[in-house]
């Protein structure tokens, strides 16, 4: 397993950072952070490593987002990838702060698409991601709104990323508070949900 010189920005080494990586189910590594190459490849902060470390220049995910509009990635059972964070466009494609790329080749999938996510007068944030086994995905962060529907920080998405208006959550954890990680118990499919902060001490709960 060699990586090379693995990752590097240019612009500022010293704040060259890997934050998040996930495996798809073929062994390939996907590395999303602050970088703008990886072994002397130019990448746009996202790049796939094949399984000996080497870099895959199969997955192409255009001009991404923003380094710092990426809060994490979650592989589907599938294989295609979804990216989340804070964002409204991804590789010129319109997307409020979730996309999903194709596991073969990292192109934005234009068959998943969602409303807008809003906090009030901000866009707010995606921090939170989770796959039931019929394939719609659990979505929670500091969002009021999806479209116009109150979902107070969690929502249930379709496959093709329309909100699932039978999971209600119009009364829920409120967008200050929103959802920021899900466990989904398997014998009866219950979904746990969890929080990093006290709405009172502002501590780890």
Not at 48 to 53: H, V
Not at 96 to 115: K, Q
Not at 143 to 150: H, K, P, Q, V, Y
Request: charged letters at 15%.
């Amino acid at each position: 397993y060699n990586p090379g010189a693995g990752l590097n920005n240019t612009a500022n080494p010293d704040l060259t950072a890997g934050n998040f990586a996930v495996r798809q189910f073929n062994g390939k590594v996907i590395i999303a952070g602050v970088f703008d190459q990886f072994n002397g490849n130019p990448v746009p902060g996202l790049v796939r490593l094949n399984t000996d470390g080497s870099y895959d220049n199969s997955f192409t995910p255009g001009t991404a987002t923003t380094p710092a509009g990426v809060n994490g990635l979650f592989v589907q059972a599938g294989g295609d990838v979804i990216v989340f964070g804070n964002f409204t466009t991804f590789s010129g494609f319109p997307r409020s702060n979730i996309v999903r790329l194709a596991a073969a080749n990292g192109a934005v999938d234009a068959g998943f698409n969602t409303a807008i996510f809003a906090a009030y007068a901000d866009k707010g944030d995606i921090e939170g991601v989770a796959q039931q086994t019929d394939g719609k995905l659990l979505v929670g962060g500091l969002f009021r709104t999806l479209g116009t529907d109150t979902t107070q920080g969690i929502v249930r998405l379709n496959t093709n990323g329309t909100r699932d208006g039978t999971f209600d959550t119009s009364v829920g954890t409120g967008e200050a508070f929103g959802a920021e990680c899900f466990a989904i118990r398997s014998a009866d499919n219950k979904i746990f949900v969890g929080n990093g902060q006290d709405p009172e001490h502002g501590e780890g709960v």
